[in-house]
């Protein structure tokens, strides 16, 4: 198997700050798949609020109906941002506009409340039972919206052509701030946990993005998997229950700051400090907290 960086490189990451995301509820998981995960406002801020404690320097939300569905409603997203502003103080807001919760521009109703930050998907692909649907117009007007209100994009990459993608409407002037692309790897009939792939993932954001960061997100068992290689290769890396509700096959995640915490121990494996808030905005170029 090729390699793209060397072992001289993924030792040189000890010392470098690790930002760790907390996907803290999605749009799929339900209490019956895992009753730890949040639904309601105050149960997300108070899930929120452990996982900061575990190390979460980045929040990334979704919100839900009292029947656990998911929306897009702006007015859901501020209750919940004026939660996390209060109880998780300096915390990286980051709201989704994802295709699960909303159709067209519905799914960036939200941006107006200037979160820090919101996940960008800049094109389609399969999903388990369905196309998650990102046509370029959509994209556009989503990228514009974060323009206009200041928001910085997580752009969330499904495959090599999203990286491409995304560095392409960077160079362009049409992504606000600092680029920074997940790799999110594992969802059924897209981009599988692939160590290869991963490799070559970093490899082109080196070499085609090279002052941008990046982070890597695994889905279900192949959470903690993908958590290992960014932090072992120097990017920074997301767990929560939207993501995976287990520790293992026989055992339920308690919490998302449990989920957190273990990535948190990958961080001490390999000498990275964990980023406080401040930290991750100044590396992320977001606005500090006033």
């Known amino acids: 198997m090729k390699r793209y960086f060397s072992m001289s490189e993924a030792q040189s990451v000890a010392g470098k700050p690790c930002i760790l995301c907390c996907a803290i509820t999605g749009s799929v998981p339900r209490k019956a798949d895992n009753p730890a995960v949040p639904i309601s406002v105050s149960e997300q801020v108070e899930s929120s609020h452990a996982a900061v404690e575990a190390g979460a320097s980045i929040i990334h939300a979704h919100v839900r109906k009292e029947d656990e569905t998911p929306t897009s409603d702006p007015e859901r997203f501020a209750r919940l941002k004026e939660g996390l502003e209060k109880h998780c103080p300096g915390v990286i807001i980051q709201f989704s506009t994802g295709g699960r919760s909303g159709a067209g521009q519905e799914r960036g ?13 800049v094109g389609s692909n399969n999903f388990p039972s369905r196309v998650y649907e990102n046509p370029p117009d959509l994209v556009a007007w989503l990228a ?4 206009t209100h200041k928001v910085v994009a997580e752009v969330e990459a499904f495959d090599l052509s999203h990286i491409l993608h995304a560095i392409r409407m960077h160079e362009a002037g049409t992504l606000y701030g600092k680029l920074y692309v997940q790799f999110v790897m594992g969802v059924k009939n897209a981009m599988p946990a692939d160590r290869e792939v991963f490799d070559f993932y970093v490899h082109t954001m080196r070499t085609r993005a090279p002052e941008a960061p990046w982070c890597a997100a695994g889905i279900g068992q192949n959470q903690i998997v993908v958590n290992e290689w960014a932090i072992a290769a120097g990017g920074h890396t997301r767990a929560g229950l939207e993501d995976n509700v287990r520790l293992d096959r026989e055992t339920l995640a308690p919490s998302n700051a449990a989920l957190i915490a273990r990535a948190a121990e990958l961080c001490e494996k390999y000498e990275r400090p964990i980023a406080t808030p401040a930290q991750a905005r100044e590396l992320l170029g977001l606005r500090p907290i006033q």
């Open 109 to 121: 109703a939200m941006l107006s409340l200037r979160p820090d930050m919101a996940s960008l998907s």
């Open 144 to 147: 514009a919206e974060m323009r």
